[in-house]
């Protein structure tokens, strides 16, 4: 089994910036495939981000393209999500997921084998 722990959530203030981290544990070499998702409250959860294993390829949405970067620490089996000028709809609990390998499409949820529990981030405006 694979357990994810993100951490890092919390209050920003819109245009300001956040680090969000996803530790894997166990068995983290079935877990070449790292991402993203985020889930407002009456909203379904959407795709936000994600990595290969060697993160030579990343994905993103369309809404957090050029504001937001994911990156990771293979040494470390963390993955990041750095959040710049975030803006109020960016609110949302942000999921980490994980997978054998990226799925196609990256953005579909059924893909992503693993999850973490969520950590809130709120943007004040």
């Known amino acids: 089994q694979v357990q994810l722990v993100e951490s890092g959530g919390g209050l920003v203030q819109a245009g300001g910036s956040l680090r969000l981290s996803c530790a894997a544990s166990?068995?983290?070499?079935?877990?070449?495939?790292r991402g993203w998702f985020r889930q407002a409250p009456g909203k379904e959860r959407e795709f936000v981000a994600a990595?290969?294993?060697?993160?030579?390829?990343?994905y993103y949405a369309d809404s957090v393209k050029g504001r937001f970067t994911i990156s990771k620490d293979n040494a470390n089996n963390t993955v990041y999500l750095q959040m710049n000028s975030p803006k109020p709809e960016d609110a949302a609990v942000y999921y980490c997921?994980?997978?054998?390998?990226?799925?196609?499409?990256?953005?579909?949820?059924?893909?992503?084998?693993?999850w973490g529990q969520g950590t809130q981030v709120t943007v004040s405006s």
């Open positions: 166990g068995r983290t070499f079935i877990t070449y495939g």
């Open positions: 997921a994980a997978a054998q390998d990226l799925p196609a499409p990256v953005a579909v949820k059924s893909g992503w084998g693993y």
């Open positions: 990595i290969s294993w060697s993160g030579s390829r990343t």
